[in-house]
Nanobody, 123 residues
Framework: QVQLRESGGGLVQSGGSLRLSCATS????????MGWFRQAPGKEREFVAG????????YYADSVKGRFYMSRDNANNLVYLDLKKVGPEDTAVYYC????????????????WGQGTQVTVSS
């Protein structure tokens, strides 16, 4: 029974920081790459960040590179996304999912998704 549960979202001022967490259960996190996606109102879900199974390789969308940082704590079944220097364009529901790493294309989504956590950036 795979479960992914996002948390940590909320209201944050422009320029501020926030940490999102994804608690996983029902599978061995050591065996999977994990990723973060987001969906803003009226827009398609988009890739944000991903990491390989041990967290030593990370991949970021150009829009967040240098501002967002993904990490993971496999022993505690946790995946993180640290948002820094956020702006209104970062307002969205953020989702984690599990996937795999393609040698040429980086992170690829696989199957399960969490329920999402809302991030709202205000002035």
């Amino acid at each position: 029974q795979v479960q992914l549960r996002e948390s940590g979202g909320g209201l944050v001022q422009s320029g501020g920081s926030l940490r999102l967490s994804c608690a996983t259960s029902g599978f061995n996190l050591d065996y999977f790459a994990m990723g973060w996606f987001r969906q803003a109102p009226g827009k398609e879900r988009e890739f944000v960040a991903g990491s390989n199974s041990n967290g030593r390789k990370t991949y970021y969308a150009d829009s967040v590179k240098g501002r967002f940082y993904m990490s993971r704590d496999n022993a505690n079944n946790l995946v993180y996304l640290d948002l820094k220097k956020v702006g209104p364009e970062d307002t969205a529901v953020y989702y984690c999912n599990r996937g795999y790493i393609d040698d040429d294309r980086g992170y690829r989504q696989l199957d399960y998704w969490g329920q999402g956590t809302q991030v709202t950036v205000s002035s």
